[in-house]
């Protein structure tokens, strides 16, 4: 199910083969009343980018009405419970966000939602994505879900003026995290915070990038099958690292969510924030210049490394007007729905097809990486891990905010992958 390099070539030859077709349409979803889209982008950045996909999908389908479903909270921190009891009430929305890989394969598992794969064939949407991104959508040869949008999750944003303030080049990028902590303590030294960080789920996230920057593609990857040791010397070594960049972290943090870490970059406050692309919207809808404004680099050790997610749209089983929700799939597939939304959002088109000529240039790195770039799966996101594996590393994660106890981590580490990788 993992996305290999193959992506990159898929990428490239469907981009080839493009050039003729029209990749547009309101496509053949239809009828009437409304259809209620269920999702975690409820504010800020992340609204305006569902906002640009709505005006594409009110424009394609003017008989229709959308339907706000957002419950707010980054990651999907209290969407998923909330549509966890829904499922379970049998209440299902017209359609649900879901992210690519393991997670999707918990609601498949639990048949809370229907394959599409006719439809996939009807409408050519199997040309349209990037091989690795369909394998991960694929459960026993079925396809469920339309990917949206491919973010990038290992990537570090910074403030040049606080880092010119601290003696720190701007321009710099770090091979390893050793040579980070350099440039972090000269940060601490000028009195700004040097990492900025929010709640449990962006603990996830940093925890992830440091994993992969220590253990490296290969390790990092077998951490989701078994072949890679929790109980490792080597994994022993990351968690003293992600401990030491926790050190770097404001105090606060537990009562802040994403916007507010990245914000505090933004305002000058803080030097650096590891954030997925979705940080992007942040900066671009405040006016922020990339290069003048922000930098941004690969989190130092995963260069050459695309860590990959990507949300996709179900169709619940027992959608109450599955019409409306496969137009909204339609629009969600389209080039015109894909360019809109992911120009807005931050992240790249999954339709291979949609029009990136106008992205802005933090997105153009993205585009190359992912092009050319080693891909993995992220936790922190879905892609690696199921709902329940995340919830348990979460907790692990979240405890050790507290505690600092790295043997502690370590072992609530080993446990979640002992109990989900044999079920
Ligand atoms: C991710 C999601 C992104 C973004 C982010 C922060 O899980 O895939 O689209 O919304 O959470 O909320």
């Known amino acids: 199910m993992r996305i290999t390099r193959r992506v990159g070539a898929a990428l490239v030859a469907t981009a080839l083969l493009s050039v003729a077709a029209c990749g547009g349409g309101g496509g053949s979803g239809s009828g009437e009343g409304e259809v209620e889209v269920f999702t975690w982008w409820a504010e800020g950045s992340e609204k305006e980018g569902l906002d640009a996909l709505v005006g594409v999908f009110e424009e394609q389908n003017p008989d229709l009405e959308f339907v706000n479903g957002a419950v707010a909270g980054g990651a999907g921190s209290e969407a998923k419970n909330v549509l966890a009891s829904r499922l379970q009430t049998n209440d299902p929305p017209g359609t649900f966000q879901a992210h690519a890989g393991a997670e999707l394969t918990d609601y498949i598992v639990q048949d809370d939602i229907e394959p599409i794969s006719d439809m996939y064939e009807e409408k050519g949407w199997n040309e349209l994505f990037p091989e690795g991104l369909l394998e991960q959508l694929d459960q026993d040869g079925e396809i469920y879900s339309v990917p949206s949008n491919i973010h990038r999750a290992n990537v570090v944003w910074a403030n040049p003026a606080v880092l010119q303030k601290a003696g720190v080049d701007p321009e710099a990028t770090y091979a390893s995290l050793d040579e980070w902590f350099a440039a972090l303590d000269k940060v601490e030294a000028s009195g700004a915070i040097p990492l900025s960080i929010a709640t449990d789920w ?56 994403w916007p507010d870490a990245t914000q505090l970059v933004i305002d000058g406050k803080a030097g650096f924030n590891v954030m997925g692309d979705w ?133 609530g580490l080993v446990s979640a992958a002992e109990q989900h990788l044999e079920s």
């Open 279 to 411: 940080a992007e919207a942040a900066f671009a809808t405040q006016d922020k210049e990339f290069g003048t404004d922000y930098v941004t680099f690969p989190v130092p050790g995963t260069d050459g490394v695309f860590d990959f997610l990507a949300d996709s749209f179900t169709m619940p089983v027992g959608a109450p007007n599955p019409g409306a929700t496969e137009a909204w799939l339609d629009t969600v597939a389209s080039a015109e729905g894909q360019t809109a939304f992911n120009k807005a959002k931050g992240s790249i088109p999954a339709n291979t097809e949609a029009d990136t000529s106008d992205f802005g240039p933090y997105q153009q790195t993205a585009i190359e990486s992912f092009q050319q770039d080693a891909i993995v799966s992220s936790l922190a996101h879905g892609a690696a891990a199921s709902v329940s594996w995340l919830t348990d590393i979460t907790a692990a994660v979240s405890k050790f905010g507290s505690t600092g106890d790295v043997a502690g981590l370590q072992e």
């Open 202 to 257: 962006t603990q996830v996230h940093l925890l992830e990038t440091v994993l992969l920057a220590d253990l490296g593609e290969e390790a990092y990857n077998g951490l989701w099958d078994g072949s890679t040791d929790w109980g490792s010397a080597e994994v022993t070594a990351a968690l003293e690292d992600y401990a030491k960049l926790l050190e770097y972290t404001n105090s606060d943090r537990q009562s802040l969510d």
